[in-house]
């Protein structure tokens, strides 16, 4: 079964310190992945994209790991700010069909001052 | 912004009614997919279409239906409602049909329903 796992499901930190979310999927023929940042009651916007031959992407204070092997990824938030408060959600992609597109439940993280 | 609209942003209404969503996708946008977020759960795909067709259907109940008219904007009627619909429904678009362009939808503001 195809599934997309994260955790953890909430991290509360202090404001200027970093951190790591883990994304672990079973999802197969993995085509792939992605991390949407979800401010409270708005939608999804996209952080970071990779696919099988990309080990690490960055964009801005946030870095995303990949590993196909394990199937593991991580997203890195390096001097976290209070605005970074929000959930974190890994969608891995399976090729062509919306179907195969699998949501992970998100990590909810708080910045606190 | 996503260039992705919602109408309405909230709606509430009763058990049993019917209600309809309105989405405009991105300009140039083709795909048009439908979600749904229950308080503290992970983001449901229900339905996609591209171009006017449904290309994929995902966890959506026979209660509620979607389509796309030419003019490519789309529609999710849900009818029969229940406690249970009550939900953030979003709206996202995307270029392609699925598969390409590494898949990136952009998401609308969302719809909250309550039914009471």
């Known amino acids: 079964k195809n599934q997309v796992e994260q955790s953890p499901q909430s991290l509360i930190i202090l404001e200027g310190k970093n951190c790591t979310l883990q994304?672990?999927?079973?999802?197969?023929?993995?085509?792939?992945l992605r991390w949407y940042k979800q401010d409270t009651g708005r939608g999804p916007v996209s952080l970071t994209i990779m696919t099988f031959s990309e080990n690490t992407k960055s964009n801005g204070r946030y870095t995303a790991t990949l590993d196909a092997d394990t199937k593991q990824s991580s997203l890195h938030i390096t001097a976290s700010q209070l605005s970074d408060s929000a959930s974190y959600i890994c969608v891995v992609s399976s090729y062509s069909s919306a179907s195969k597109i699998i949501f992970g439940s998100g990590t909810r993280l708080s910045i606190r001052p | 912004d996503s260039g992705v609209t919602q109408t309405p942003k909230h709606l509430i209404t009763a058990t049993g009614q019917r209600v309809t969503l309105r989405c405009s996708p991105r300009?140039?946008?083709?795909?048009v997919y439908w979600y749904q977020q229950s308080l503290d759960q992970g983001l449901q795909f229900l339905i996609q279409y591209y171009n006017g067709e449904e290309r994929a259907k995902g966890n959506i109940l026979e209660r509620f239906s979607a389509q796309q008219f030419p003019d490519l904007h789309s529609e999710l009627n849900l009818s029969s409602l229940e406690l249970g619909d009550s939900a953030l429904y979003f709206c996202?678009?995307?270029?392609?049909?699925?598969?390409?362009?590494?898949?990136?939808?952009?998401f609308g503001p969302g719809t909250r329903l309550t039914v009471l």
């Open positions: 300009s140039g946008d083709l795909s």
């Open positions: 994304c672990n999927y079973t999802v197969s023929p993995f085509s792939n």
């Open positions: 996202a678009s995307s270029p392609y049909p699925a598969g390409g362009g590494g898949n990136e939808q952009f």
